[in-house]
């Protein structure tokens, strides 16, 4: 999606701690959000930033820095059902644009 | 509670053909947006209605069209249909339109699978 930049693929072992970057334009930004989408379902939500700072919710953590464009997604203790497409997406002047998605691969 | 749902779950049309797709949202919520999802990419913006009005249109040709009723379903129409239009169509729906406030979660159907030949 034009704006939001996101590494395409990143590998990491079970059990370990992975964190997937964003980045995005901040002209009419509003929020960020963050989806899990595994192959050949919808996305389902992770979080959503309005703020600076980190937010955790169990094994997953949200960080949004609004002056530098920039969020990440943090995920903890690794499980092999991890393994998914993990989509930021910029809430911006009431629209919402998609990053192409983190495909991210787990390994035992 | 039942979640959004979509249907048909999968589609075949051949070019020049025309397509309806339906959507019905989470009990409650008043917005329904479209996304078109290619393989390999993230969904890109179409239509978002809200109380029945068009309040957001991304970049896509007028063979695009789109219309919420009365009970906040939504149906997605595509004529003309085009090879390049085969992807997965999304709809999601939220407590209110996008405004940037939590309460524009959004919340995906299932999708429908359109392959165009």
């Known amino acids: 999606g034009q704006n939001i930049d996101q590494p395409t693929e990143m590998t990491a072992t079970e059990g370990a701690i992975v964190q997937i970057n964003c980045t995005y334009q901040t002209s009419g930004f509003n929020g960020l959000f963050w989806y899990q989408q595994h192959a050949g379902e919808a996305p389902t939500f992770l979080s959503y930033?309005?703020l600076d700072g980190l937010e955790e919710k169990g094994r997953f953590s949200s960080f949004l820095s609004r002056s530098k464009g920039y969020s990440y997604l943090l995920l903890k203790e690794l499980q092999m059902k991890d393994s998914a497409s993990y989509l930021c997406?910029?809430?911006?002047?009431?629209?919402?644009?998609w990053g192409a998605g983190t495909k991210l691969i787990i390994k035992p | 509670d039942a979640g959004v749902t979509q249907s048909p779950t999968h589609l075949i049309k051949t070019r020049g053909q025309h397509v309806t797709l339906r959507c019905s949202p989470i009990s409650g919520h008043k917005s329904v947006s479209w996304y078109q999802q290619v393989l390999g990419q993230g969904p890109q913006f179409i239509f978002q209605?809200?109380?029945?009005?068009?309040?957001g249109r991304g970049n896509f040709p007028d063979r695009f069209s789109a219309r919420q009723f009365p009970n906040y379903s939504s149906e997605l129409n595509v004529n003309a249909l085009l090879l390049g239009d085969s992807a997965l169509y999304l709809c999601?729906?939220?407590?209110?339109?996008?405004?940037?406030?939590?309460?524009?979660?959004?919340?995906f159907g299932p999708g429908t699978r359109l392959t165009v030949l």
């Open positions: 997406a910029e809430d911006s002047n009431y629209q919402l644009i």
């Open positions: 930033n309005v």
């Open positions: 209605y809200y109380e029945k009005e068009e309040r």
């Open positions: 999601a729906s939220s407590l209110e339109a996008v405004r940037g406030v939590s309460t524009d979660t959004q919340y």
